[in-house]
């Protein structure tokens, strides 16, 4: 009788520690620092890309660029500006040719690395931590087994890909309105402290360069911390692989 007794008060006080540690964790969670992370895919655009640095600045805002090699080479003073002003340039491939590029891993390397060596000759940085697909690390274009190799070369290299958790929208139409884009956006970040969101800064993104300010004063005011991905922390970093968002399996 005593054993049970004493076999009762052991779950009592266990379920007492596990709750308590559980309601320590929630609180932990929600206390944590908000971070939103801008990053623009496609670029740079003679007509967009431009707006959108001026907003940036106004804003006193930095973000990602990944940036695809043959318009860094017909728009390289946009590059430069980019770099100067504290931006994070990433590559994108070469030539967003997704049926070329996809066709082996050699040709994708071969396109992302000629995509690396257009903005070393820009900027002089030659060494890169991450890169995005194009249409994402899980995209329906590549052949399954060469999408797993690729990602897993790119690890093999001590490089991350990067994806995403909160999008825009605008890729789904040459121009999204500008209500709709806040919404996504909006909507996206409600329940996460931590926001990697996929916008454009292509020719066709009027819309995206209309949103802009009013996105980024709304994150401001809801308490959100706006970083490069070269600021990430290791800890974002664990954070963002548990969340899919960086090297997603």
């Not at 779950?11 to 929630?26: H, R």
């Not at 990602?64 to 980019?82: C, D, R, T, Y």
């Not at 809801?222 to 970083?227: A, L």
Request: aromatic share 10%.
């Amino acid at each position: 009788m005593k054993k049970r007794l004493y076999f009762l008060i052991f779950i009592f006080i266990l379920s007492l520690i596990l709750k308590t540690g559980i309601s320590q964790v929630k609180a932990a969670n929600n206390n944590k620092e908000k971070v939103v992370f801008l990053t623009f895919d496609d670029g740079p655009s003679p007509n967009n890309t431009p707006k959108i640095l001026k907003i940036l600045k106004e804003n006193g805002v930095k973000a990602s660029f990944f940036v695809i090699g043959a318009l860094g080479e017909n728009n390289p003073q946009i590059i430069k500006k980019m770099y100067s002003e504290g931006m994070t340039i990433l590559p994108h491939t070469y030539s967003h040719d997704y049926k070329a590029m996809y066709s082996s891993v050699d040709n994708y390397f071969q396109d992302l690395d000629k995509c690396i060596k257009v903005i070393n000759n820009l900027t002089g940085k030659d060494y890169y931590t991450y890169t995005r697909l194009p249409g994402g690390s899980d995209n329906q274009v590549s052949n399954g087994e060469i999408l797993r190799t690729i990602r897993n070369k790119l690890n093999a290299k001590g490089v991350d890909y990067i994806d995403w958790n909160v999008s825009s929208g605008d890729a789904e139409g040459e121009t999204v309105a500008v209500n709709v884009l806040n919404h996504n956006i909006k909507n996206g970040c409600n329940n996460t402290n931590l926001a990697v969101i996929l916008m454009h800064d292509s020719y066709y993104k009027s819309t995206t360069v209309e949103s802009l300010d009013s996105i980024i004063k709304d994150l401001k005011a809801k308490g959100y911390t706006f970083k490069t991905l070269e600021e990430m922390t290791n800890s974002e970093r664990r954070t963002m692989i548990r969340m899919g968002i960086v090297n997603r399996r």
